[in-house]
């Protein structure tokens, strides 16, 4: 017997509720942790740290969560894409934690902890808002971040952390307990030393610039 439209609808439409949250409960983990990045480029040895400690071994195409810590080791590079379009580049010998990334259409929001090395930003949907909150947390102070493509790294050995605005659609703030810079126009730096403001923003040279860019290509 033929089953009318409106009931062979409903027997469909339960059906695909039922396959939609069999899928949903097999693509989520345990932990229910939610993919927040994937590594689409991994040189040499990069490894991933999670919330209980475990290293390992990372290669392309690698999924990426909330609390996942990223560190490349010498000659070791990784280009990390956020689900929004964010990319982030890591140079070598470098290290973030993805400590929050939300981007939907009720809220956008994201913190990244670099701790050491170099690090290439370009912001995607995340800054796309009248308010962006989206930031890095470095040893020295806080860059927050709306809609740029940005650099941070040591480029010295005193535990200093340099910032250098690559391009921007707005100012790039950098601030620390002490005090706080803008960074709005292409080419300028700054920098955040321990027990100190952040430095006068200045334009920085072209060897300097190279220096910074070329830690992350």
Not at 27 to 56: F, R, S
Not at 77 to 98: P, V
Request: with cysteine; hydrophobic share 40%; aromatic share 6%.
């Amino acid at each position: 017997m033929m089953l009318s439209g409106r009931p062979h609808a409903m027997v469909l439409a339960v059906f695909m509720w039922m396959l939609g949250t069999y899928t949903w409960a097999q693509a989520m983990p345990d932990n229910q942790q939610v993919i927040i990045a994937k590594a689409i480029m991994v040189k040499n040895l990069v490894t991933m740290t999670t919330d209980d400690q475990a290293h390992q071994a990372i290669k392309r195409g690698q999924t990426l969560a909330l609390g996942n810590t990223v560190t490349t080791g010498n000659k070791g590079r990784a280009i990390l894409r956020f689900n929004d379009g964010t990319l982030a580049t890591l140079g070598s010998n470098s290290s973030i934690t993805i400590k929050q990334f939300v981007v939907n259409r009720d809220e956008k929001r994201g913190l990244l902890e670099f701790t050491k090395g170099a690090l290439r930003v370009v912001t995607g949907a995340i800054t796309r808002t009248q308010a962006p909150d989206f930031s890095v947390r470095t040893p020295m102070g806080s860059i927050g971040i709306r809609g740029t493509d940005f650099w941070c790294g040591n480029l010295s050995h005193d535990g200093s952390v340099d910032v250098l605005l690559i391009n921007s659609e707005h100012a790039l703030v950098v601030s620390n307990e002490l005090g706080r810079v803008l960074l709005q126009e292409d080419g300028q730096g700054t920098t955040l030393k321990p027990n100190l403001a952040p430095l006068p923003v200045r334009t920085w040279p072209k060897a300097k610039v190279d220096r910074a860019l070329n830690a992350v290509n």
